[in-house]
């Protein structure tokens, strides 16, 4: 598989000079980072154009803290619109620093490692790739046995609706399945999907308005044609509250109307324009991300009449898509099979006549089927089997790069901050952070060379401002600099007692032996999806905290289920991974502004109340 680091938004930082739209314990009052004075309270240069209604931006927010525990999270959600709204390149930074710094200081996130991707794949198969956002191209695949690929990525889906899914092997479908005006090739690189490929688009000096050509003759899986109007209407669903689409957010430097939609118009077929509020420098990122993809008006309206579920459409074989493939069967937790559709744009270079989807979160099963010859490609390898492979230099398994981080977060709003203060929680939750040993999670449990993680931006990510965002510079310094980051990048004797040291700052006590006593005791849930790897790693958290008498409960559960505990805030500690959607860093950060659908840790939100 070919994975290379170009992104749109390398390109587009590239000709900035040409184009204006192109784009200790840490305490929130404290001034963390020599960019932290100026970053929160700066004007913001941008378009007076109303932002789409349907995101509510920190102007529409009272105080959002819901207990006394919660941290309030009007600065930073502020700070999030200004990041987006400035064209100050150089302020942007020093504000994504100072949104960073709030973030961790809450404690709430606890990164362990940042990802690579490792794989097995056919020394016979050729022509598979991967973005670095960790979504995977199968229709230009070669060496299959009579044009037949089989795939195992992970269970069944929850949605196939490009607007609706929000998780990475759900993304890798909707890419196989649905095209948007922009893709990657096997380089990285962002080229014309459904664009023009000889005039993909006009921009205007000022970076605000955008015109789009489409491909003549688009058409849909059922062949009717495709046009500009799908746009409009697939982006206005989007953004419509009742959808619930988890990333609506990214409309929200999208100029719109009084109405609450998208300031966007189908000129003719072929032509697509739309408003920004502000210059995006990765606006072609974007258009190659599915929330932006088209989706085919009569089949959900047609399916979902009464506006109930959104997703209705996409749920049984034969939906109707614009991608490589379209959906023949489905035989829930067993397989899913697509066909080539003639349809699409590129079908000439389409080689894979079957896409086969072996359906299953246990990598023990998967690499016993990638063993037997069942499936061609596997995109998980059980732990035991990782050292073996790497010792024989084995040519079917691989290790790509990936840019995201995995970690672990606590839910603000649990019942385990009962009765602390907002300093006292953050204590608590910076003290279990220092707890864990992450040198052992990368090294008997990852396997696979990934780098600890001591901050939440993961490193070789862009600053938007011609650097690399994970780094000391004259602008920015961050409060642990020998880790570049906010957790050292090993465990010691050191951290255990800074540790301590915070647990006794939020009212905890030791005995003797150094644990915690019986009167002061901790005690919660850790939420997990059953796959092993991820068991793996909360057993290793869970011995780490027990060293001082922590005790944490591992509550495995079935992927769909768990990831709706997750985001409706049903639990105390879970755990997180989040590859990036575009190489900036407000991607990593803007997923926990109060109003996100990836706002997992609930800042801002009213706690989870269980339906009787």
């Known amino acids: 598989m ?55 931006w920190p102007t529409t927010l009272t105080n959002s803290v819901h207990n006394s525990a919660a941290p309030d999270w009007i600065e930073y959600n502020q700070l999030i619109f200004n990041i987006k709204n400035t064209t100050d390149y150089k302020e942007r930074e020093a504000m994504m620093h100072r949104a960073e710094d709030i973030l961790m200081s809450t404690g709430a996130v606890v990164p362990l490692y940042y990802y690579n991707d490792p794989y097995l794949q056919k020394a016979s198969i050729d022509g598979i790739y991967s973005s670095l956002f960790g979504t995977k191209y199968f229709m230009y695949a070669k060496g299959c046995t009579d044009n037949i690929l089989r795939v195992s990525l992970s269970s069944d889906p929850t949605y196939l609706d490009p607007a609706l899914n929000s998780s990475v092997d759900g993304a890798c479908l909707v890419a196989n399945t649905f095209a948007g005006l922009y893709t990657y090739n096997a380089d990285g690189e962002c080229i014309p999907a459904l664009a023009d490929e000889a005039n993909p688009y006009e921009v205007s000096e000022d970076g605000l308005n955008y015109t789009f050509h489409l491909k003549k003759d688009l058409k849909w899986s059922d062949g009717s044609p495709l046009t500009a109007s799908d746009f409009v209407y697939s982006w206005n669903r989007a953004v419509t509250p009742s959808v619930n689409a988890d990333y609506a957010y990214m409309f929200s430097n999208f100029a719109g109307y009084d109405d609450g939609k998208v300031k966007a118009k189908a000129v003719d077929d072929t032509t697509l324009t739309f408003t920004l509020t502000s210059p995006c420098a990765y606006i072609l990122d974007l258009m190659a991300f599915p929330i932006f993809f088209p989706v085919h008006q009569p089949s959900v309206e047609a399916a979902d009449p009464d506006g109930v579920n959104p997703g209705a459409w996409a749920e049984h074989v034969g939906f109707v898509a614009s991608g490589a493939f379209t959906l023949q069967s489905w035989e829930p937790g067993n397989r899913m099979v697509y066909v080539k559709n003639p349809y699409f744009y590129d079908a000439e270079n389409v080689s894979v006549d079957e896409l086969v989807f072996v359906l299953t979160s246990d990598e023990e099963v998967i690499f016993s089927q990638y063993k037997n010859g069942e499936i061609d490609f596997a995109d998980s390898v059980p732990t035991d089997e990782i050292a073996g492979f790497i010792a024989s230099s084995d040519p079917e398994f691989h290790i790509d790069p990936n840019l995201g981080t995995y970690y672990f977060a606590f839910n603000v709003n649990s019942h385990l901050f009962d009765g602390k203060t907002s300093m006292q929680a953050s204590a608590m939750r910076r003290a279990i952070g220092l707890l864990v040993d992450r040198s052992y999670i990368v090294e008997k449990i990852g396997q696979t060379g990934q780098t600890i993680a001591t901050s939440f931006i993961p490193e070789g990510m862009l600053d938007g401002n011609g650097g690399v965002f994970k780094a000391n510079d004259d602008s920015y310094s961050f409060p642990d600099s020998s880790s570049t980051g906010y957790y050292p990048a090993e465990k010691t004797d050191a951290t255990i007692q800074e540790a301590k040291a915070l647990l006794e700052e939020a009212g905890y006590t030791f005995d003797s032996e150094g644990k915690l006593s019986q009167d002061t005791p901790i005690a919660f849930e850790f939420l997990t999806n059953d796959s092993q790897s991820h068991v793996l790693v909360a057993e290793a958290i869970k011995r780490d905290l027990a060293e001082i008498g922590i005790e944490m409960t591992i509550v495995k559960q079935e992927w769909n289920t768990f990831l709706q505990n997750r985001k409706d805030g049903n639990y105390d500690v879970a755990r997180e991974g989040w590859l990036a959607d575009f190489n900036d860093p407000v991607n990593m950060l803007e997923m926990f502004i109060t109003d996100s659908g990836n706002n997992d840790p609930q800042f801002g939100r009213e706690p989870y109340v269980e339906e009787e």
């Open 2 to 56: 070919w994975n290379k680091v170009l992104s749109c938004g390398i390109v587009i930082s590239m000709i900035l000079s040409i184009c204006t739209g192109c784009g200790k314990q840490i305490d929130n009052s404290e001034d963390v980072g020599q960019a932290a004075d100026s970053a929160s309270g700066s004007a913001v240069e941008a378009n007076t154009e109303n932002s789409v209604s349907g995101i509510n």
